[in-house]
């Protein structure tokens, strides 16, 4: 029971984590703009195609059921479109602000439900946060991380020998974070080889996880940190973190959301940085270092990279967290999704928010980032991501998949991994120039 219990969690975790990829299914719909393009201006109208296929192959003739909204919004139209030979059309309308227009077609089959979308853009480059940074944003974090500091780092390193190899030394290590016996832990790679090495924070997506450490990435000539956020060892068994995410940390991400010093990603963010206290006072450390994450981990990524100076690059896959009032303007706001209930516009909360918001941390970026997601997200919505995505003034790749929700195609995760790696080598390279310059 404790085995089955322990997998269901993992499966449960791995698709939280935002990294996860959708499972094949015997009926496919598509739907997709009819003229090819994923993004207009606001006026013009947009038509969908509609495609079901079996096995690949289009199904026939028969009547779906659609429903069409702005993004996260409550739909505006709903109908029926017929299909002959597997095809059919919508006439979707449009909009007259920037944003994203969103298409959704439903189907039944004996016990199963399918369903496919279809997202435009209108004019997404134009967007911007609704939520404002506070005057005194970077002063509350500064006396936040000198507050922190006042604690010894107290650094522990613990080596897990089983899941060492030839080429990669593993460890369970902790450090102290922003009060008494408040501490953060994670799994740290080292490459086994004598040297000096850039590093990787590999910050989570939501949930409650415990890590095995990040081999494959530390054999090409990396440190990675695997970073949990809940102040709670990330060596324990599964049934452990599942039943934390389901009892004591369940829907931890509004815990004292009214208050901007009691609320809990004020100490996720000092132990963020702290992190990398911990990382800098690593023998092997060349001072290269890289945020990498997604969904609350593409959040946490940019929040690190825009408070952080220690921070040279970041890669964000659909950052969480983003522009979470937008609820307010009467559109999407990004992950939790607190706002969209508005019994809690209270003004408390939607004081707290802008110290936390993505949005008001990407203001500071000023180094370079890879950014990437997709149009169909309803967990970080396109509205929300792309406007904190516009908002940063430094050097940016963005890579969009218009067709992906809450996922990551293999060929992201490829080009997200070879961006990081190439950008902290020649980071290194760069500095080790500098070294030489600086000595003849």
């Known amino acids: 029971m404790i085995r089955f219990i322990t997998t269901i969690s993992t499966i449960i975790l791995l698709a939280l984590s935002g990294l996860a990829q959708p499972a094949e299914r015997l009926y496919h719909i598509s739907v997709y703009p009819t003229n090819g393009k994923w993004n207009c201006k606001p006026g013009d109208k947009v038509k969908f195609n509609v495609l079901l296929t079996r096995c690949n192959v289009p199904e026939g003739d028969m009547e779906l059921t659609y429903d069409v909204s702005e993004d996260m919004m409550k739909p505006h139209a709903t109908g029926k479109v017929k299909l002959h030979n597997g095809v059919g059309t919508i006439e979707a309308g449009t909009m007259k602000n920037p944003g994203f227009l969103r298409c959704r077609v439903y189907m039944k089959k004996g016990k199963h439900d399918y369903q496919g979308m279809g997202t435009v853009g209108f004019s997404p480059e134009k967007l911007r946060p609704v939520t404002q940074q506070p005057s005194d944003f970077l002063d509350f974090w500064q006396k936040a991380f000198t507050d922190a500091r006042k604690w010894d780092l107290e650094p522990m390193m613990t080596l897990m020998p089983d899941r060492c190899t030839p080429k990669v030394n593993v460890y369970h ?3 102290a974070n922003n009060d008494w016996g408040s501490r953060m832990y994670g799994i740290l790679s ?3 080889t004598p040297g000096k090495y850039p590093a990787i924070v590999k910050l989570p997506g939501a949930g409650v996880r415990g890590y095995n450490g ?7 000539g990396f440190i990675v940190l695997e970073l949990g956020i809940h102040g709670i060892a990330v060596n324990l068994p599964g049934n452990v973190y599942h039943n934390l995410y389901n009892g004591p940390l369940k829907r931890y991400h509004s815990f004292n959301m009214e208050d901007k010093n009691r609320f809990y990603y004020k100490r996720v963010i000092t132990g963020c940085v702290r992190a990398i206290d911990f990382i800098e006072q690593l023998p092997e450390y060349n001072g290269c270092l890289g945020t990498f994450g997604g969904s609350q981990g593409g959040g946490l990524s940019i929040i690190l990279a825009g408070i952080d100076p220690r921070v ?5 896959y659909y950052p969480a967290m983003s522009d979470m009032l937008g609820y307010t303007a009467n559109r999407a ?7 969209k209930d508005k019994k809690f516009h209270t003004k408390e909360i939607m004081s707290t928010i802008p110290y936390f918001d993505v949005s008001s941390f990407a203001r500071e970026i000023k180094v370079p980032g890879f950014y990437t997601f997709g149009y169909n997200d309803m967990v970080c919505p396109p509205t929300s991501t792309y406007s904190v995505y516009n908002v940063i003034d430094a050097p940016k790749e963005l890579q969009i998949t218009e067709t992906t929700e809450h996922y990551a195609y293999t060929e ?3 080009a997200a991994w070879n961006w990081i790696m190439d950008f902290l080598r020649g980071c ?3 500095q080790k120039e500098t070294t030489d310059k600086r000595q003849s």
């Open 173 to 175: 290590v902790s450090w």
């Open 312 to 316: 040279k690059g970041l890669v964000s």
């Open 333 to 339: 706001g990004g992950w939790p999704h607190t706002l």
């Open 190 to 192: 080292v490459p086994a």
């Open 428 to 430: 290194t390279a760069s």
């Open 412 to 414: 992201q995760g490829t």
């Open 214 to 220: 990040d081999i494959s990435h530390s054999e090409k």
